[in-house]
């Protein structure tokens, strides 16, 4: 398992290596989630993406197949 902390160095890392999946953060610093799965499709780059995200959901479920993701995750936390 790889972390990176922008969404930049997430598209090279991407780009440059195999992985069976990726789970990508709608809010990324330098580059957002959804660009860079974007740009990972124009590249080719087959990857299945989980989109994982604080919001609750997505509208636009066209959206979803348009940009090339798989799946959609909410981000949650609990405070005790």
Do not use: C, N
Not at 22 to 28: F, G, N, P, R
Not at 50 to 64: E, G, P
């Amino acid at each position: 398992m790889d972390i990176v902390a922008d969404g930049e160095a997430g598209l090279d890392r991407a780009i440059g290596e195999s992985y069976d999946a990726a789970v990508v953060d709608i809010m990324l610093p330098k580059r957002d989630g959804l660009s860079l799965i974007e740009e990972l499709r124009r590249q080719k780059v087959k990857t299945p993406v989980i989109v994982l995200s604080a919001k609750r959901s997505v509208d636009d479920r066209d959206q979803r197949l348009a940009g090339g993701w798989d799946e959609f995750l909410t981000s949650l936390f609990l405070v005790l």
